[in-house]
């Protein structure tokens, strides 16, 4: 591990990390190694947020950089086997809310986090949600949603998955901007996720990793 | 206006003064901010209120005369909007019949509509940027104004006046200058709608809440022109130009909420903060970027005899003690989820605070729930006056008694 290429990133210092890791490269240093540092990084930066000292836009500035940093590593791995994933997790935006930051916010750090995550957009609407989750078999399923609006399409998809007798095979988190534990119990979800990182200490929580 | 009703108004009026000066009322006040709860209560899908100003009349007054709130809104600036939206092709907003179905409140479309790389046309004109390059982005029928050339060079005889009228008569930019005529009609049905419903709410007892309306500098960068995520960049790669673009927009938000003032003939300015809040950038963010033209822009409305009532969105519990920094008793803070028991602290001797019950309880909540919340806010939030009862944001799908109960037990506990 390259200790400077962590601290850097996870200090959000762009232009060093970046121009390091161009360094690293032209001394040979294996890509596999840098994507590591990478992900190490955003552990700490990921750290960080939980305990207040960074915020939602450090973690974007720090998908910034990772993507960055991706785009200069990709190119040089061979073809290796997919990374085992941790688990899957379904997320949408729910049927007549077209809001995506929160939504796009956790499905980002889920995917550091190493899981398998299926992004299935905005106003998703409720036969979507089913036939993707039989498709995907997702162990966990997230709501997003900002306005009130979404208080009863939430409700209404966790109903149909409920009907389709799914219920038990997912847990179902809920997130976003007026979003509450009121709502959670409103809507029959699991759990409640105030910010991207309790999302991901969910899915940790419930499939483990 | 009959006796009665002008009593009604002067009274209504004194207790949000009261309130707001931070002196005991006769009872805390009570105002919300509708959003589309007018049009479902008086069972319209919102689509119809959009597009139809006689059920927009119809759906607020009888919100209004049923409730009996101690201010009205207007419901004209930010209801009435479906033929000017449709006449302009506009593009940042999703619609009932333009994205959404009939019964959805309308939604804005996040985006970047000023790239990184234009801070610097951005700064040098602003109104050119706006017209040449803004409004065609976010008005398709307004493609054609890209045609034009920088209207700044146009002077005189022979610096601009002979070929620089030229491309007024492309096909293009003839279409968005019709598309600008249709637009001012539209426009002025809209303003002569907001100026009748505002005389008549008067002459019913009612004060508007809200005279004008303006952003927080970064908030009119970053919702309109930058996008979240695009400004969220901004604060690490080009932090100076981020803070002289809000400098740069600080004098139009002053101009835009005077102006709605001396038209509608009351004080208080509507400002929601949207992108400052807790969580959506750090403490030396927010003193960085944030706030800094915030304060400037709510003194020079104070100075100026006018009421800034910031919306502050999410949660802002981590910025009391820096937002608390303005003239005491001149400003009204509705706090949508900061912790009230705190803000109460903070505020005290400072800010009137407005708000708080949150709209999950009024939405899937029961009348007594919505009872127990807003008795704990009167005892916490009440004592010594500088209260207003609302929810805690707009209230489109709060439930019908919720809502009752909301102000029959506001208006009998409420009382000094």
Redesign the interface.
């Given at each position: 591990m390259d200790t400077k290429l962590v601290e850097l990133m996870a200090d959000?210092m762009?232009e060093e990390t970046i121009t390091l890791v161009k360094e690293l490269i032209e001394r040979g240093a294996n890509p596999m190694d840098i994507l590591d540092d990478a992900r190490s990084a955003m552990e700490l930066v990921g750290k960080r947020f939980e305990t207040s000292e960074?915020?939602?836009?450090?973690l974007?500035?720090a998908g910034?950089i990772l993507k960055e940093i991706s785009e200069i590593v990709k190119p040089l791995l061979e073809k290796s086997g997919a990374n085992a994933k941790k688990g899957k997790v379904l997320i949408g935006t729910v049927a007549?809310?077209?809001?995506?930051?929160g939504k796009d916010i956790v499905t980002f750090m889920l995917d550091v986090s190493g899981f398998d995550v299926l992004d299935i957009g905005i106003d998703v609407p409720v036969q979507i949600f089913i036939d993707k989750i039989k498709e995907f078999q997702p162990q966990v399923v997230g709501l997003s949603g900002f306005?009130?609006?979404a208080?009863?399409s939430m409700k209404k998809t966790v109903e149909a998955i409920e009907k389709e007798g799914l219920r038990d095979k997912v847990k179902i988190m809920i997130g976003g901007?007026?979003?509450?534990e009121?709502?959670k119990?409103?809507v029959g979800a699991d759990a409640y996720g105030k910010?991207a990182v309790a999302g991901v200490q969910l899915c940790k929580q419930w499939i483990g990793g | 206006m009959a006796e009665n009703a002008a009593k009604l108004f002067d009274e209504r009026e004194r207790r949000i003064s009261d309130a707001i000066a931070l002196r005991v009322p006769d009872r805390v006040p009570i105002l919300v901010f509708f959003g589309f709860f007018p049009a479902r209560y008086a069972g319209m899908t919102v689509q119809e209120v959009m597009y139809d100003p006689e059920k927009i009349w119809q759906a607020q007054t009888k919100t209004l005369f049923d409730f009996q709130p101690d201010g009205d809104q207007n419901p004209y600036l930010l209801r009435y909007l479906g033929p000017i939206l449709e006449t302009l092709d506009f593009k940042q907003l999703k619609w009932p019949g333009h994205g959404l179905t009939s019964d959805h409140t309308y939604q804005f479309v996040e985006g970047e509509y000023m790239k990184a790389e234009e801070y610097d046309a951005f700064l040098s004109d602003p109104t050119d940027f706006i017209i040449r390059r803004y409004w065609p982005r976010v008005c398709g029928k307004l493609q054609g104004l890209e045609k034009l050339p920088p209207l700044h060079n146009i002077i005189s005889y022979y610096m601009g006046i002979p070929t620089g009228f030229g491309a007024f008569s492309l096909p293009e930019v003839i279409e968005a200058l019709e598309t600008l005529k249709v637009a001012g009609q539209e426009s002025a049905k809209i303003g002569s709608y907001v100026r009748k419903f505002g005389i008549e709410m008067k002459e019913a007892g009612y004060p508007v809440q809200f005279g004008g309306i303006c952003q927080a500098p970064y908030d009119t960068l970053g919702d309109f022109f930058r996008g979240t995520k695009g400004i969220m960049l901004d604060m690490y790669r080009r932090p100076e130009k981020l803070i002289k673009a809000c400098e740069k927009i600080l004098p139009f938000m002053f101009e835009m909420a005077v102006a709605g003032t001396k038209i509608s003939g009351n004080p208080r300015v509507f400002i929601p903060i949207h992108k400052g809040v807790d969580g959506f950038m750090s403490m030396d963010q927010f003193k960085k970027f944030f706030w800094p033209t915030l304060k400037d822009l709510m003194v020079a409305l104070i100075n100026e005899g006018l009421v800034p009532c910031p919306l502050w969105e999410g949660d802002c519990t981590s910025r009391l003690d820096v937002i608390k920094d303005i003239p005491p008793g001149k400003a009204c803070y509705a706090l949508e989820a900061t912790d009230i028991v705190k803000a109460k602290e903070a505020f005290r001797d400072r800010v009137c605070i407005r708000g708080n019950l949150p709209l999950s309880i009024l939405a899937t909540g029961t009348p007594d729930d919505v009872r127990a919340y807003c008795k704990k806010l009167i005892d916490i939030a009440g004592p010594g006056g500088g209260y207003i009862m609302d929810s805690s944001t707009g209230l489109d799908d709060a439930k019908t008694e919720n809502v009752k109960a909301m102000f029959e037990f506001t208006k009998e506990y409420g009382v000094y």
């Open positions: 959000l762009e960074y915020f939602i836009p450090d974007i500035m910034e007549g809310d077209i809001h995506d930051i306005l009130t609006l208080f009863d901007g007026q979003m509450d009121t709502v119990v409103y910010d | -």
